[in-house]
Nanobody
Framework: VQLVESGGGLVQPGGSLRLSCTASGFTFKDYHMAWARQSLGKERELVAAIENFGVGRLHANPVKGRFTISRDNVESTVYLQMDNLKPEDTAVYYC?????????????????WGLGTQVTVSS
């Protein structure tokens, strides 16, 4: 099983990035997918989640209206479009897979996690 994130980097405030996470080794369409982030000294927090067939989505309040999660079940990939980035968005962003929608905020219940990609927002 692998979840491989890409697309992170250094961007100025107000800029945009698009993160991608490609899955392999499990049946992608059977899992709800999410992006979470963790900054120094803080716990991992949910950023956005999407149901297995992409109908239901959830975006955390700090990113609502700026970030958009989507998925492509043919390509086994989940995306996070991040616009109007702010310095407080600086973190390592992780892609995760979970079986039950009721568990999307319970980081310990995720079946799989990627290794993360660093996003730094700074002028």
């Amino acid at each position: 099983v692998q979840l491989v994130e890409s697309g992170g980097g250094l961007v100025q405030p107000g800029g945009s990035l698009r993160l991608s996470c490609t899955a392999s080794g499990f049946t992608f369409k059977d899992y709800h997918m999410a992006w979470a982030r963790q900054s120094l000294g803080k716990e991992r927090e949910l950023v956005a989640a999407i149901e297995n067939f992409g109908v239901g989505r959830l975006h955390a309040n700090p990113v609502k209206g700026r970030f958009t999660i989507s998925r492509d079940n043919v390509e086994s990939t989940v995306y996070l479009q991040m616009d109007n980035l702010k310095p407080e968005d600086t973190a390592v962003y992780y892609c995760g897979a979970v079986r039950r929608w009721s568990d999307i905020r319970a980081m310990e219940n995720y079946a799989y996690w990627g290794l993360g990609t660093q996003v730094t927002v700074s002028s």
